[in-house]
């Protein structure tokens, strides 16, 4: 059955028959042929479509989970959607999308319905309710009717919601709305920190805080410098706008927070209590050296006698957050390895090099680069070298066995990813580690196993890769005892003669470990040894259970807390299990030509007794190479970024270091490669920033004669949780560039830019608190918003379960018509045309022709006669004829001379 969205078009046919009937059938084919091409237009814009086979309604339930939202929203909304979900009628289906920044479709609509249990994380610091209204319009399929249920504080970012409310209408679908009132009362907010981005370290310096008030009254105030209170006191507040001033210093060079806390009883919204401003302190050039346990060595003692200002930090409490890496120009990490750092180091110390020009060395031992656990990691991509093993320096190969928990744990999410996805990863990074001389087989455990790649040779790695990343989640917890005999039974299968097992178990939810105290024993005296990667912490319930495992199978226990950091450890697992990433012979070594750049360098090295295996990259400046089977980068660097590295394979002091220990020009080497890795140390250029009206505005100006180096800027942006971009910079004057950008997350927005040799440290600043709690303008602004876009889309506010159910059911058409129509139309034209040439071009009947008032040309033939022509009538002017006469005479002879 054809469906007319506005049969009402059709009218236009009979109306314009009656109107124009003579002129619209002038001959019987080509009246038929108009009165066709009428109808056909009258039918495109009655909007035809065919009737679809499934009646019903679909509703979307639009939830506004943003940082304002009540913490309790989703729990109400979910019981308001169970409670559809129990009365929908046969045919009706009913979907739920979730919003914040942006939305997310948490079920497509779906009878019967059930909410996930498990959804993916959202940014709450925003409300674009206008794309989850739009993103809802596209949940109801052509054809069917439904409706949106919106249930939010009506505060949004999305701007006017005329657009989608159109939008609605046009499409049928009703917009109905539960409005979430906000807690009542008076709000205070801090609305402005203000306080200088850069300063001398140890230099005072003054600051002071907005405080916006509502209404006035007694508050307390306090004045932290990095979390600590450092200040603190009582004022009045006054409504509208007061001010507080501070001073203060900062002894530690980097970034440092200055925030400043009101607290009033019964403030509507403390969320906004707090504001922040980052002041950078400034010192010369500070050197952090990482070395293990912290130790005071000869190359720390060597860069100390350079001049270089050096700290000295063990791994496990080293600096290097990025507020703590801005007080750096060099970090050195000397022989340790990545797991000892702190959480979110890695990824910090990355970011700090290629996006803020940061410089990095990595030297060389027996717990660093691929034994250290660097491959894989988010430091190896900002090195000049890769640590992947190769088959060329295997001599051995292995059978290694991977047991990967697929429990209902590993449905959730970790940083917008599933855990099982990750341990999926973290299996395949071992396999691509592995050679053709390896055997390696894999399985998936819950309560039972499942065998996902039989013992076999690394030969179709790509293959097993992918059968791998395909592992997806069972249910209940890991049955420890069950996967260890499993492995087991493929490592017997194996010819190699080492052997080992890897077991990967969340350390909350390892069950059945069964006669693990005798069965791992046995294996260890067959040849096998037992490692574990843990997931979660030594504070875990079942966490003793996996380091007892890993005791008695003489291997490792690694506990990730982060579980994008497991393909980092599977990979350093099996480098640690191959052990063919430390040379330990006597090697010599050869200066190539690129050292030169770096300084006044010395011609040669002297021999080392070993050195940490690793392979250039395309990109890498080759420095020192080995003179042996492998011509390993000994010393390497490259431009990474905005920042620079380099490596340094053997130990720079320790049992490997051979010659190096009693070599006279160790201190010129490594100060001269600190040095470039420093950076240039161009004429000076005044970085500023500041924040108006949520938008930050950064400026980057030189002096007059320099104005064409910026011409070459190039800059990069840190916006916090997320990766780094471009940014760029606009001329507002011969010597100076800006460049905006509007503040949408919390946390410090960092801007480092390069001019020239030189990389410009732009003062930070920074978003204390979400968009979402912003001093509100008008505290029934939302309810109003909503009513409006209710008002529109012709829906209701506070519905029943009845009233959101309400509305027509039957399908109003599934397939538009109107391109076939539109083409049927076109069609019609083109044979009226194609009628109207041939009419003028050929003979054609009668009952063809156009119309009854004009003939269709025919061949005459005309005969010439020698005859002059009859003279026309002379025309003669009566005496004294005006001008009217003379043209009336003029006719007169033109009708008598048949019109000559």
Not at 384 to 392: G, L, Q, S
Not at 434 to 440: A, G, N, R, W, Y
Not at 706 to 729: I, V
Not at 777 to 791: F, K, Q, S, T
Request: charged share 20%; net charge negative.
């Amino acid at each position: 059955m054809i469906h007319l969205q506005h049969p009402e078009a059709l009218a236009v046919v009979p109306l314009v028959v009656l109107v124009l009937r003579t002129r619209l059938w002038p001959r019987p084919l080509v009246g038929t042929l108009r009165v066709l091409l009428l109808a056909a237009g009258a039918l495109l814009l009655a909007q035809p479509s065919w009737r679809g086979v499934d009646d019903g309604r679909d509703i979307v339930l639009v939830v506004d989970r943003s940082a304002s939202m009540p913490a309790d929203v989703e729990q109400k909304a979910r019981e308001f959607a169970n409670e559809l979900a129990a009365a929908l009628p046969p045919g009706d289906r009913l979907g739920v999308l979730t919003f914040g920044r942006r939305p997310e479709i948490v079920a497509a609509p779906q009878a019967p319905f059930a909410w996930p249990a498990q959804e993916r994380p959202l940014d709450q610091d925003g409300s674009d309710l206008g794309a989850a209204i739009t993103a809802a319009l596209a949940l109801v399929p052509a054809g069917r009717h439904g409706s949106v249920l919106v249930v939010s504080d009506g505060e949004h970012t999305s701007g006017s919601l005329d657009v989608p409310a159109r939008a609605a209408a046009r499409a049928g679908v009703r917009i109905d709305a539960m409005h979430v009132a906000t807690p009542p009362g008076f709000d205070c907010a801090v609305v402005d920190v203000q306080a200088p981005g850069t300063i001398g370290r140890g230099e005072p310096f003054a600051a002071s805080a907005v405080v916006v008030a509502e209404q006035p009254g007694p508050a307390q105030w306090r004045l932290r410098l990095d979390g600590e209170v450092v200040q603190q006191g009582e004022f009045e507040l006054q409504r509208g706008r007061n001010v507080v001033q501070f001073r203060a210093a900062l002894d530690e060079p980097g970034e440092h927070e200055v925030a400043v806390e009101v607290v009033r009883p019964q403030d509507a919204r403390t969320e906004n209590d707090r504001a922040t401003a980052i002041v950078r302190a400034l010192a010369p050039a500070r050197i952090l050296c990482i070395t293990p346990g912290g130790r005071d060595d000869r190359l720390t003692q060597a860069l100390r006698a350079a001049g270089f200002e050096i700290a000295i930090s063990a791994p496990a409490t080293a600096p290097v957050s990025l507020a703590e890496l801005t007080g750096c120009r060099v970090v050195v990490l000397e022989d340790v390895a990545a797991g000892q750092l702190p959480n979110g180091a890695l990824a910090a110390l990355a970011q700090w090099v290629r996006d803020l020009g940061g410089g990095l060395l990595m030297t060389g031992g027996k717990s660093s680069f691929g034994v250290g656990g660097w491959h894989r990691s988010a430091v190896e991509d900002v090195l000049p070298v890769t640590m992947e093993i190769r088959e060329e320096q295997r001599k051995f190969g292995l059978a290694l066995a991977i047991a990967l928990d697929c429990s209902g744990s590993m449905q959730a999410f970790a940083g917008g990813e599933r855990k099982m996805t990750l341990a999926n990863r973290g299996a395949a990074s071992a396999i691509e580690l592995l050679s053709p001389i390896d055997d390696v087989a894999v399985l998936s455990v819950d309560t039972a196993p499942e065998v996902v790649v039989e013992m076999q040779s690394v030969t179709a790695k790509d293959e097993l890769v992918e059968r791998v990343r395909s592992i997806d989640v069972g249910g209940g917890g890991i049955y420890v005892g069950t996967a260890l005999h499993a492995a087991a039974e493929q490592l017997a299968k194996a010819p190699q003669q080492t052997k080992h097992l890897v077991l990967f178990a969340d350390a909350a939810d390892a069950e059945e470990p069964d006669d693990y105290r005798t069965f791992v024993p046995q294996l260890v005296a067959s040849g096998i040894t037992v490692s574990v990667i843990g997931l979660g912490s030594t504070k875990d319930s079942d966490a003793a259970l996996l380091v007892e495992i890993a005791n008695l199978g003489k291997g490792r226990c690694q506990f990730v807390a982060d579980a994008k950091d497991l393909p980092r450890v599977f990979a350093e697992e099996t480098i640690q299990v191959a052990r063919s990433s430390v040379v330990e012979q006597p090697t010599v070594l050869g200066v190539q030509p690129a050292l030169a750049t770096l300084g006044d360098m010395p011609d040669a090295l002297p021999q080392v007794l070993g050195y940490s295996l690793a392979w250039a990259r395309p990109r890498a400046e080759l420095d020192v190479a080995t003179l042996d089977e492998h011509k390993a980068p000994f010393v390497a660097h490259w431009h990474i970024g905005l920042g620079r590295s380099a490596v340094f394979l053997g130990e720079a002091d320790g049992a490997l270091a051979g010659g190096l220990l009693g070599w006279d020009r160790y201190t010129d080497f490594f100060a001269t490669l600190t040095r470039w890795l420093a950076g240039g140390q161009g004429r000076a250029a005044f970085p500023s920033a500041r924040v108006d009206g949520g938008v930050a505005v950064f400026g980057l100006e030189v002096e007059p004669d320099r104005a064409a180096e910026l011409d070459t800027l190039r800059a990069m942006l840190s916006p916090p949780d997320e990766p780094a971009r471009e940014l760029g910079f606009e001329r507002v004057a011969p010597g100076r560039v800006e460049a905006r950008v509007a503040l949408l997350r919390t946390g410090t927005w960092r801007v480092a830019a390069q001019l020239g040799d030189t990389t410009v440290a732009l003062p930070p600043v920074s978003l204390p608190y979400s968009p979402e709690f912003r001093l509100r303008a008008d505290a029934r602004g939302g309810e109003r918003e909503l009513r409006g876009l209710v008002r529109q889309a012709g829906g209701s506010m506070e519905p029943s379960v009845q009233q959101v159910l309400a509305g027509e059911r039957e399908s109003t058409g599934a397939i538009d018509l109107g391109p076939f129509v539109a083409w049927a139309l076109v069609g019609l034209l083109l044979a009226e045309i194609a009628i109207r040439r041939l009419q003028v071009m050929l003979p054609v009947p009668r009952w063809l022709r156009w119309s009854r008032g004009r003939s269709v040309p025919v061949p005459v033939v005309v005969e010439v006669v020698d005859k002059p022509p009859e003279p026309p009538p002379e025309v003669q002017a009566p005496d004294g004829a005006t001008g009217e006469g003379l043209l009336d005479a003029l006719a007169r002879a033109k009708r008598r001379g048949g019109g000559r």
